[in-house]
């Protein structure tokens, strides 16, 4: 399994799903937008079970989850730091892009103080998360 595929995955879902948000109308939070809107709802959660993601949105909160065990990763190399490492230090790299999209999606939906997060589990252990924020 390459480390640069799991980061990939994770990029294009993110993107796919700000995109399906910036049409939101705006609301209180992104939670009772999505919340009131089943084919938005419906859209995302397809987004996310077609590239092994899970995606909550909670209050202002786009939430990815992505289970590394659905990925071939083995406890081999959880165990070691290489994995975590690799997962951090793309996350950091790409921090100006989510940082982007956080902008984006407040713009488009005139909803301040929207977050994303993104987890990385192994066996229901959390092994990277990292928020993004305006």
Same mark, same amino acid.
């Given at each position: 399994?390459?480390?640069?595929?799991? !980061?990939?995955?994770?990029?294009? +879902? =993110?993107? $796919?799903? +700000?995109?399906?948000?910036? %049409?939101?109308? %705006? @609301?209180?939070?992104?939670?009772?937008?999505?919340? %009131?809107?089943?084919?938005?709802?419906?859209?995302? *959660?397809?987004?996310?079970?077609?590239?092994?993601? @899970?995606?909550?949105? *909670?209050?202002?909160?786009?939430?990815?989850?992505?289970? $590394?065990?659905? $990925?071939?990763?083995? &406890?081999?190399?959880?165990?070691?730091?290489?994995?975590?490492? +690799?997962?951090?230090?793309?996350?950091?790299?790409?921090?100006?892009?989510?940082? +982007?999209?956080?902008? @984006?999606?407040?713009?488009?939906?005139?909803?301040?103080?929207?977050? =994303?997060?993104?987890?990385?589990?192994? *066996?229901? &252990?959390?092994?990277?998360?990292? %928020? !993004?924020?305006?």
């Amino acid at each position: 399994m390459k480390k640069k595929n799991i !980061f990939s995955i994770l990029a294009v +879902s =993110i993107l $796919l799903i +700000s995109m399906l948000l910036t %049409s939101c109308g %705006s @609301t209180n939070t992104l939670e009772s937008y999505v919340n %009131s809107d089943k084919d938005l709802k419906k859209q995302i *959660k397809e987004i996310g079970d077609t590239n092994g993601l @899970t995606v909550e949105i *909670k209050g202002n909160d786009v939430i990815y989850i992505f289970d $590394l065990s659905t $990925l071939g990763v083995t &406890d081999e190399l959880i165990k070691g730091n290489e994995l975590k490492d +690799s997962l951090e230090e793309a996350l950091t790299g790409q921090s100006a892009t989510f940082k +982007s999209i956080v902008s @984006t999606l407040e713009d488009e939906t005139k909803i301040n103080d929207i977050r =994303i997060i993104v987890n990385y589990i192994y *066996k229901g &252990d959390t092994i990277v998360t990292k %928020s !993004f924020e305006n």
